[in-house]
């Protein structure tokens, strides 16, 4: 797990932070919320397997409505992409999400009995609405940068979470609704997407466009109030 460099004091400091990645200083950035987010009640009682159904089942709904946005986002990513072997990488990541997520999401629903109509057409919480513009705006940019910003902080601080709570695989939920969406974002090939996405973010961004500071704190602020909104309105 990637560890936020703090705020050099000594010349000690001083190098190590004139040497950290564009990712790094991207995470200093939302240093405090990316915390909050990887910590949060959500994803200790999802591990804990204490997390009431009604809270992972509305979490879901939710989530899934993002589906098509990351779909198109990972899309866009491979259309801009400037390398060959980045555009293998990207088009085996869309076959997977097709695929494995969409099981998990759609034996869920059933487990849960989500009416197919929720499904298609839920209320957007706040962040889930905050999302969906943030996903959209980074569309519109048609930028290879913009997109690996986003799509990064989604897959790297859901891998921070797992490997945080699950101790690095070693304390695992035992119930299948909650092991289930810890499988698809831990483990090697998780880990080898996220590095990918990471080397990638780290060649091409630019840490002093404020625009690209912007999306990145931007998404992770998004993240947080994500886990916060699954609790809404219950005790």
């Given at each position: 797990?990637?560890?936020?460099?703090?705020?050099?004091?000594?010349?000690a400091?001083?190098?190590?932070?004139?040497?950290?990645?564009?990712?790094?200083?991207?995470?200093?950035?939302?240093?405090?919320?990316?915390?909050?987010?990887?910590?949060?009640?959500?994803?200790?009682?999802?591990?804990?397997?204490?997390?009431?159904d009604d809270?992972?089942?509305?979490?879901?709904?939710?989530?899934?409505?993002?589906?098509?946005?990351?779909?198109?986002?990972?899309g866009?990513?491979?259309?801009?992409?400037?390398?060959?072997?980045?555009?293998?990488r990207?088009?085996?990541?869309?076959?997977?999400?097709a695929?494995?997520?969409?099981a998990?999401?759609?034996?869920?629903f059933?487990?849960?009995?989500?009416?197919?109509?929720?499904i298609?057409?839920?209320?957007?919480?706040?962040?889930?609405?905050g999302?969906?513009?943030?996903?959209?705006?980074?569309?519109?940019?048609?930028?290879?940068?913009?997109?690996?910003?986003?799509?990064?902080v989604?897959?790297?601080?859901?891998?921070?979470?797992?490997?945080?709570?699950?101790?690095?695989?070693?304390?695992?939920?035992?119930?299948?609704?909650?092991?289930?969406?810890?499988?698809?974002?831990?483990?090697e090939?998780?880990?080898?997407?996220?590095?990918?996405?990471?080397?990638?973010?780290?060649?091409?961004?630019?840490?002093d466009?404020?625009?690209?500071?912007?999306?990145?704190?931007?998404?992770v602020?998004?993240?947080?109030?994500?886990?916060?909104?699954?609790?809404?309105?219950?005790?």
């Open positions: 797990m990637s560890t936020p460099i703090t705020t050099a004091a000594t010349s400091d001083a190098s190590e932070a004139t040497s950290a990645t564009p990712y790094d200083r991207f995470r200093t950035l939302a240093h405090g919320e990316w915390q909050a987010a990887i910590d949060h009640r959500f994803v200790r009682e999802l591990v804990a397997d204490t997390l009431p809270v992972l089942r509305d979490y879901l709904i939710q989530d899934n409505q993002f589906s098509f946005d990351f779909l198109s986002l990972l866009q990513a491979l259309a801009s992409s400037d390398t060959m072997p980045a555009k293998n990207l088009a085996r990541q869309l076959g997977f999400i695929n494995d997520e969409d998990y999401f759609q034996d869920r059933a487990q849960f009995a989500v009416p197919q109509a929720e298609d057409n839920p209320q957007l919480t706040p962040s889930a609405q999302f969906r513009q943030l996903y959209r705006s980074t569309l519109e940019t048609r930028s290879y940068a913009d997109a690996l910003i986003v799509l990064t989604a897959e790297s601080l859901y891998l921070d979470w797992a490997e945080l709570q699950t101790a690095h695989g070693t304390r695992m939920p035992k119930l299948a609704q909650n092991r289930g969406w810890v499988d698809v974002h831990r483990g090939d998780f880990a080898e997407w996220v590095a990918f996405l990471i080397g990638e973010l780290n060649r091409v961004a630019d840490t466009d404020p625009e690209q500071r912007e999306r990145f704190t931007q998404a602020h998004y993240e947080l109030g994500f886990f916060d909104d699954a609790y809404a309105g219950k005790s």
